[in-house]
């Protein structure tokens, strides 16, 4: 089974419905609150590249952010 690891921040639509679709393909997750942590952010951003949440890692692999993990999902 799938194993999922996602940074978020509370305030995000996208992490939320990152959450609800994970959820919904009953792929389990541990979701990891970064708000106010920027340390923890740039250090997220510099890793894979990208300047928003969520950052959505699948088995250790980075997938990206929402978007890409619909397109993954589907």
Do not use: H, N
């Amino acid at each position: 089974m799938k194993q999922a690891k996602i940074y978020t921040w509370g305030y995000c639509p996208y992490c939320r419905k990152a959450l609800s679709l994970l959820k919904k393909k009953d792929i389990s997750f541990v979701e990891i609150g970064i708000d106010g942590d920027r340390e923890t952010f740039e250090e997220l951003s510099k890793l894979t590249g990208q300047r928003t949440v969520p950052f959505v890692f699948i088995d250790d692999e980075f997938i990206g952010g929402y978007s890409q993990l619909e397109s993954k999902l589907k």
